[in-house]
């Protein structure tokens, strides 16, 4: 998928509910196990690195590294759509 696609997937996952723009409460960073992206849907091999993202919600998701930072931007505060305190 192109970055303008990933980000339109997120921004339609979000409006839908399916995945949060929660606040990060802990994340980490390792090889790829084969699940599937949170953002793009596609696998993230063990060749990739995989960002599994605890929300402040509880969700768990997982991101390739380039969704990650895809994800982050598109939920930031800057970003009308998210939820601000």
Do not use: F
């Not at 990060?24 to 699940?35: D, R, S």
């Not at 793009?40 to 690195?49: R, V």
Request: net charge negative.
């Amino acid at each position: 998928m192109t970055e303008t696609e990933i980000r339109a997937r997120i921004r339609r996952l979000h409006a839908a509910g399916e995945v949060p723009c929660d606040e990060p409460a802990q994340t980490w960073g390792g090889h790829g196990l084969g699940k599937y992206c949170a953002a793009c849907s596609e696998a993230i091999t063990p060749q990739e690195t995989e960002y599994e993202v605890e929300l402040s919600s509880g969700t768990l998701i997982r991101l390739h590294l380039r969704c990650y930072h895809l994800w982050m931007e598109e939920c930031g505060p800057s970003r009308p759509n998210s939820s601000t305190s």
